[in-house]
C-alpha cells in the first residue's frame, strides 16, 4: 500500500512558475512509476509527466513538454513537477498517482496508476 500526497498548488500569473510535490510513504518505490494528471472543468484526465522510480525515465505530455519538469528525491521519496511559462490552459487540478509494474506504453493512461493522491488545483490567471 502506498499513501501519495500531492501538494503545492496554488494561484500564479500567466508566464509564472509553480512547484509541485507528491510526498510517497508506506513502502520504497524502486519499480515504481510515479505520474502527475490534470482535469481541467469539463475536460478529460490529461496525462502531463512521469517518471520511472529506479531509472529515472522521464515522459511529458505534448502540451507541457520543454515547460514542465519531473523529477524525484529518493532521500524524501518525493516526486516534483517544476511548472515553468505556465498559460491559462493549464489551470486545473493536478493529482499525483503511481504503481508498479507500469509497462512504457501504458505511462500515460491513467488506468495503469493504482495509487492516487487527492490532487491540488492550480490557477493560471492575471
Known amino acids: ?11 500564479v500569473q500567466p508566464g509564472g512558475s509553480l512547484r509541485l510535490s507528491c510526498a510517497a510513504s508506506g513502502r520504497t518505490l524502486s519499480g515504481y512509476t510515479l505520474a502527475w494528471f490534470r482535469q481541467a472543468p ?6 502531463v509527466a512521469a517518471i520511472r522510480w529506479s531509472s529515472r525515465s522521464t ?4 502540451s507541457v513538454k520543454g515547460r514542465f519538469t519531473i523529477s524525484r528525491d ?22 499525483c498517482a503511481g504503481s508498479s509494474g507500469v509497462i512504457v506504453s501504458s505511462t500515460y493512461n491513467s488506468a495503469s496508476y493504482t495509487y492516487w493522491g487527492r490532487g491540488t488545483q492550480v490557477t493560471v490567471s492575471s
Open 1 to 11: 500500500q502506498v499513501q501519495l500526497v500531492d501538494s503545492g498548488g496554488g494561484l
Open 42 to 47: 469539463g475536460k478529460e484526465r490529461e496525462f
Open 74 to 95: 529518493n532521500a524524501e521519496n518525493t516526486v516534483y513537477l517544476q511548472m515553468s511559462s505556465l498559460k491559462p490552459e493549464d489551470t486545473a487540478v493536478y493529482s
Open 59 to 62: 515522459f511529458y505530455g505534448d
